[in-house]
């Protein structure tokens, strides 16, 4: 059973840990012993949840991330509900961007819709540099959550260059991402820039996170799986590799995911972070083979098997957790994000089910 106080996740026969940093998700994520597989969910602020909905309503994404207290109470919601491990800060990945003077809007049932694309140097000139005085509500609702979670740890997270990169390339979202390609292997050099100007300031958003309390961050390169392996270690590698380099010294775990990235796997432990996520397509103990033993891995219930009756569900999850027993560290989640239609209540049952089938 699992009782949730004041943010603090306390179980039966667990002594308390001592805060967050020997909370069972940061001792995962360093791959050290654990008294249970911790779990948490990437998408579950919100989305799901009829009491996110009720208080997002009428407020635009973009305005609802830069409000510190409503970013606090939203982050906190799969927390009380669910009894997870771990909350994640309720924020997007273009938050940063717009900061840096980007003319943007995150428009539902689309994505992020960029109002003049990146495509010449000249575009990329006019993105600035940012500073932790642009990300004051970040700083106020990251502290504002701390102070609240107790030995709960908050994960901070950004985008990666890429992904990134590729919004602004596009204008918003694609599935084929062709201008993003084009721009790659026709212009590398404005390509390079774009990137490194984008790792500039998404590592200043992640270290504000860090800076005001977050345990862990987590870089997102959602869009990552695009590419061959080749592709993503000229273009995208470094790139990544100086974000993640650049929070070495924070002395938080780094978590670093994208979706469809099987036979990206190996280049992407080599990006230097502490927890490579997987996406349900890999089985973890061969994405464990692929990273290397010196990581941890996350993951990697398909979203989708959520919506199967129970006796699927619970199966799928001890069978992610078998596997998750031969890699050097588990941390459970989805393989990629909560889909909006999931029934909140068959979260709340995967997570006990992990935290009692794990129970060491």
Known sequence: MTTTIAGNVSRGGEPAPAGPADSPFVRACRRLPVPHTPVWFMRQAGRSLPEYRELRAGVPM???????????????????????????????????????????????????????PVRAAADVDRIRPIDAADLSFVDEAVRLLVADLGDTPLIGFAGAPFTLASYLVEGGPSRTHVKTKALMYGAPEIWHALCARLGDITEEFLRVQVNAGASAIQLFDSWAGALSEADYRRFVLPHSTRVLASLADAGVPRIHFGVGTAELLGAMGEAGADVVGVDWRTPLDAATVRIGPDRAVQGNLDPC????????????????????????????????GVLPETDPDVLTRVVALVHEASAR
Not at 101 to 112: A, H, K, Q, R, S
Not at 321 to 327: D, I, K, P, Q, V
Request: proline letters at 9%; glycine letters at 8%; hydrophobic letters at 45%.
């Open 305 to 336: 098997v959520l919506f199967a009756p129970w006796p699927v569900v619970e199966a799928e999850v001890r069978r992610i957790l078998a596997e998750g027993e031969s890699t050097p560290g588990h941390v459970f989640n989805l393989g990629h």
């Open 62 to 116: 973009l305005e609802s991330c830069r409000r510190p207290e409503l970013v606090h109470e939203i982050t906190m919601q799969p927390v009380r509900r669910h009894g997870v491990d771990a909350a994640i800060l309720f924020s997007d990945i273009v938050v940063p961007v717009a900061a840096a003077g980007i003319d943007l809007e995150i428009v539902p049932g689309t994505g992020p819709v960029v109002a003049e």
